[in-house]
């Protein structure tokens, strides 16, 4: 039997995985949500703001927010996503024991689900979560590309930032999945670049108009009616976020930079180490029957990693974007999967030595982490 786990450690590596996981939430549950609980007290009291629509949905449910609901929702949201992102591997691939590799190295990534526990009650897993509701439901009328453009204004009613991390993989998946297949016309076309202006503007609104209009003491002052325990003052420290403008956003970037930059050859040994998966997306674009769909999927991912870049440059918080930035690779994985094919792409080897050593490591991180690696 030991011989056969060695040969074959897949299951082994799942069942490890899961255990890491347990660990990051045990650990995480400990550790004061800072930034996440007072997402939870901000609404639309003093009128429109970024980063409220949590909270807002929040306040409609209960006028106190005790500091286990971060978890708590946050878990929910979790667990929501794992059964998505299970589903659609389900539906592109299907579990059998020469697809559980190809499993492991997504689901098992420290940039994907494991990261997502250790930044449980940040916004981040709502992009993902929406991305993977548009992978399963059905693509064949305009309704689809409302419901993406509808998606994607919740996603920056959450948080602004979106607009680079996960709406331009969500325009990759309503290309992919609607006008790749069903073809372009001068209706569907005009459709898309209104809700992509939309989405746009919306942007810019929470961007540039929608800091607190109040003083922050007085902001402050109306969080702590919201609080369940008001002398848990330490939470909210992060006030400043309402009012702190882009160019000083930009500003303490910068000067991290010097600091943050250590960490880039941590980020590039961690997307190394999933070389196998890489070399299979690569093979799965290369085996597209269209040329034409081969030349927009590449140009998709550069704009995609682009768009992480502006955020590389804008936002100090590198671990979530660079694990963020992986997850969207994972989720135009399957779009990819979803377009014709010239001939069939050879799933990761079950029993290479090499893709089983990476498969371990990767199984043995727990998380990528936040701001700077680990």
Wanted: proline share 6%; aromatic share 14%; hydrophobic share 60%.
């Amino acid at each position: 039997m030991t011989v056969r786990i060695l040969q074959n450690p897949w299951r082994l590596l799942l069942a490890i995985n899961a255990a890491v996981i347990v660990g990051v939430f045990i650990h995480k549950i400990q550790l004061p949500p800072y930034v996440p609980y007072i997402h939870l007290l901000v609404d639309y009291h003093f009128g429109f703001i970024k980063r409220a629509l949590i909270g807002a949905i929040v306040a409609l449910v209960t006028a106190k927010v005790p500091v286990w609901l971060v978890f708590a929702l946050g878990g929910v949201t979790w667990l929501v996503t794992l059964g998505l992102f299970s589903r659609i591997f389900q539906k592109t691939f299907g579990f059998t024991a020469k697809t559980l590799p190809l499993f492991v190295f997504m689901a098992g990534s420290p940039f994907f689900l494991k990261n997502f526990m250790q930044t449980l009650g940040h916004f981040d897993i709502y992009g993902c979560a929406l991305a993977l509701v548009l992978m399963l439901m059905p693509a064949r009328s305009l309704l689809f590309v409302a419901t993406a453009a509808l998606l994607s204004i919740v996603l920056v009613l959450i948080h602004h930032i979106h607009l680079l991390m996960y709406v331009p993989t969500i325009i990759t998946i309503v290309v992919v999945r609607h006008y790749l297949t069903h073809g372009c016309n001068r209706t569907n076309i005009a459709f898309g670049s209104v809700a992509l202006a939309v989405v746009s503007a919306l942007f810019f609104a929470a961007q540039f108009w929608g800091t607190m209009p109040i003083p922050e003491a007085d902001f402050v002052a109306y969080l702590k009616t919201r609080m369940a325990d008001p002398s848990r003052t330490d939470l909210l420290q992060f006030a400043y976020i309402w009012y702190q403008p882009l160019a000083k956003e930009v500003l303490d970037t910068w000067g991290r930079l010097p600091h943050n930059i250590l960490g880039v050859p941590v980020f590039a040994a961690l997307i190394w180490l999933h070389a196998p998966l890489w070399r299979f997306f690569a093979n799965l674009i290369g085996a597209l029957a269209s040329e034409m769909h081969r030349r927009l999927i590449i140009a998709a991912l550069i704009g995609i990693s682009f768009a992480y870049l502006v955020m590389f440059a804008m936002v100090f918080d590198y671990s979530r974007w660079i694990s963020n930035w992986a997850v969207c690779m994972f989720l135009i994985l399957h779009a990819v999967k979803m377009l014709p094919a010239a001939r069939e792409t050879p799933l990761i080897p079950a029993e290479d030595r090499n893709t089983n050593i990476f498969g371990l490591i990767i199984t043995l991180i727990p998380r990528v982490g936040i701001i700077r690696p680990f």
